[in-house]
């Protein structure tokens, strides 16, 4: 939420307004979890896999689970249609972490081993966190100058996990 109560009867449908900070925040979640199984040494694809989707689903939970106590705490009782609407709200968290567990579940495909299914993951996720926060820029009306520097920012971020990966697992 922005802080502010929600107006009485405005339910904004969630094709009217986009909100990419759970898409971008679950694809750094996605390259934590797999710079966390690459220092591991060895795992098995398929715990990969469960691992990423389970971890965004945990993490989907603990967010829609806050934000219902603190607007309920903050201001009325919840209804069915406020959950699912804070549950849809929260879901981008959930998303994010599909693509990078396709690319680790896809590898046997591409001839690739445990190291380079982890590195085909984590470009994955980085793409997607650089991706939506570009996309999250634009669809707010940024300059260009605006949505440059937010996949900018986002890339830094996503290389520091990059400089993780490398210095935990070499």
Known sequence: M????????????????????????????????VVGAGSLRYFPRLELVLLLLGT???FWAAHVLTRLLGERIMYAP??????????????????????????????????????????????????GQVGWASVAALRAGATGRVV??????NLVLGLIIVLLKVALTH
């Open 56 to 58: 965004g689903v945990v």
């Open 78 to 127: 919840l209804d069915g249609r406020e959950i699912r609407r804070v549950c849809m709200t929260e879901w981008p968290i959930v998303k994010a972490a599909v693509p990078p567990a396709v690319a680790v579940a896809v590898t046997p495909l591409l001839g690739l081993g445990p190291e380079g299914a982890l590195w085909l993951a984590l470009g994955v996720a980085l793409a």
């Open 2 to 33: 922005d802080g502010r109560p929600p107006a009485q009867g405005s339910h904004v449908d969630a094709t009217e307004r986009r909100d990419y900070t759970g898409a971008v925040y679950g694809s750094l979640l996605a390259a934590s979890v």
């Open 148 to 153: 440059l520097t937010a996949g900018a920012v």
